[in-house]
Nanobody, 125 residues
Framework: VQLVESGGGVVQSGGSLRLSCSVR????????MGWFRQAPGKERELIAA????????HYTDSVKGRFAIARDNAKNTINLQMNGLKSEDTAVYYC???????????????????WGQGTQVTVSS
């Protein structure tokens, strides 16, 4: 399984970006998926997760109402729409895939076995 992110870049504060993640290889091994980010000097954090059917989503408080995760299983892709970007959203964003599924708030505790290489998002003020 290989996860490939795209869509990062530089955007002004208040702007929007859309990240995409393509699942290549044995996509059938991937169920729940998520987006993590790691800012300089900080630990990597889960910011959004989604179950296999796309029925349950989880967001960390700092992105609720601004970011939206979605998936298209027919295309083996997930997306992260990011609106109202702030300077504190600057980080490397990683796509992650799990061998198991999750529901609701339990997605926050999901273990992820597959990782993308990361894509840089820089928000300028």
């Amino acid at each position: 399984v290989q996860l490939v992110e795209s869509g990062g870049g530089v955007v002004q504060s208040g702007g929007s970006l859309r990240l995409s993640c393509s699942v290549r290889g044995r996509a059938s091994d991937v169920y729940a998926m998520g987006w993590f980010r790691q800012a300089p000097g900080k630990e990597r954090e889960l910011i959004a997760a989604i179950d296999w059917r796309g029925e349950y989503t989880h967001y960390t408080d700092s992105v609720k109402g601004r970011f939206a995760i979605a998936r298209d299983n027919a295309k083996n892709t997930i997306n992260l729409q990011m609106n109202g970007l702030k300077s504190e959203d600057t980080a490397v964003y990683y796509c992650a895939g799990s061998q198991g599924d999750c529901q609701g708030y339990l997605c926050a505790e999901q273990r992820f076995e597959y990782w993308g290489q990361g894509t840089q998002v820089t928000v300028s003020s």
